[in-house]
């Protein structure tokens, strides 16, 4: 194990936070000090970019949401496509075992055909004999019960493969429809993130790293506020050994880009990072976060430790992992990489836990 991997959860939280020291402000601490008071001539400028950060915002939460569209699409469409791969396989055996029942109910009728028709069994039954009539009336039983049991077989598998066949069919039509659901997601994505940089290019560069400035005292202060709640009191949990793992994997992402739909190992959606980390962790979970939200057990935030993941946003479109110390790992929106933040710094919905 590397030294970087060998590290506690404690050590990396707070070499994390040392990165991220802007972002989390503890209880009761002021934020920066404010700029001096803008002149008249200003202020609708600053107004302005305010009105420009909550619409940026609006379209890469939009493009958020499109994206777990896109990603669910895509993961029902892997499960489709191993089903299909697997009613395959058994539409091929049953085939095969159809052949076999024709192969054996065409010598039974070409048996027939040499006997003009009459079973051998049924030739000694009407042999006039007694004793060869007692002697193979057993036989007849069970050549009767072998046809009958064969014209059984036959039916019964051509059905079978007749239900393959329609839910092989049924497959590759939501498989389709899939793929449908999957395009349109994919221009929203794009159409969203297209809008939200196209409106970030009409700024100069004073004007986006005044932009880039409001973005982060709108965290600092939801965090802040958070932090002022006393909640990390009451958090104390320890990470179990798969969750330091998932911590682990987490960490070592850190400064890898943010692109939507992507979920490793050069580059990270925000459930992307995730799903892999916990993958890496030895636990499969839900690609998406909303089907993470679904679920996973629900925990109590004063009952969070590092591993847990901090579900966001009423229509739970983002998702961050919990590091402990107020603060997560995410892989945060177009433009960005995957960074620590703080825990509090957007709208929590509720934590879950892969490994409950």
């Given at each position: ?102 192969k054996s109910a065409g ?25 060869q009539f007692l002697d ?120 890898k880009p943010y692109v ?97």
């Amino acid at each position: 194990m590397s030294k970087r991997n060998s590290m506690s959860v404690a050590q990396m939280a707070a070499v994390a936070l040392v990165c991220a020291v802007t972002v989390l402000a503890a209880p009761g601490t002021a934020l920066a000090a404010p700029t001096p008071t803008p002149s008249p001539s200003a202020t609708p400028k600053s107004t302005d970019l305010e009105a420009v950060r909550k619409k940026i915002d609006k379209l890469y939460h939009d493009a958020a949401v499109a994206t777990d569209e896109y990603n669910a699409a895509e993961e029902k469409a892997d499960q489709q496509s191993v089903e299909i791969v697997k009613l395959a396989k058994k539409i091929a055996v049953g085939q095969q075992k159809l052949d076999r029942l024709k192969k054996s109910a065409g010598a039974v009728a070409r048996e027939q055909y040499r006997t003009g028709g009459i079973p051998r069994e049924t030739q000694f039954l009407l042999s006039g004999d007694p004793q060869q009539f007692l002697d193979n009336a057993g036989r007849a039983y069970q050549g009767q019960q072998a046809t009958k049991n064969l014209l059984s077989q036959l039916t019964a598998t051509q059905k079978e493969l007749g239900e393959y066949a329609d839910d092989a069919s049924a497959k590759w039509k939501e498989l389709d429809e899939g793929a449908q659901r999957k395009a349109t997601a994919k221009k929203k994505v794009e159409r969203q993130i297209e809008e939200a940089q196209k409106l970030e290019s009409t700024l100069e560069k004073k004007e986006r790293e005044r932009l880039r400035k409001l973005e982060e005292e709108a965290e600092q202060k939801a965090q802040t506020a958070w932090l002022s709640s006393g909640v990390l009191k009451e958090i104390n949990g320890r990470a179990t050994a798969s969750g330091k793992k998932a911590v682990q994997f987490a960490t070592a992402q850190l400064g890898k880009p943010y692109v939507w739909g992507a979920e490793g190992p050069k580059s990270y959606d925000c459930s992307g990072l995730t799903s892999q980390a916990w993958a890496a962790a030895g636990h499969g979970i839900p690609r998406t976060s909303q089907e993470q939200w679904k679920q996973l057990k629900h925990i109590d935030i004063d009952d969070m430790r590092p591993g847990d993941l901090i579900i966001y946003h009423d229509d739970a479109s983002h998702v961050g992992m919990y590091i402990g110390d107020g603060a997560i790992i995410h892989a945060p929106r177009p433009g960005r990489t995957v960074t620590v933040a703080g825990a509090g710094s957007m709208a929590i919905l509720g934590v879950v836990r892969p490994d409950a």
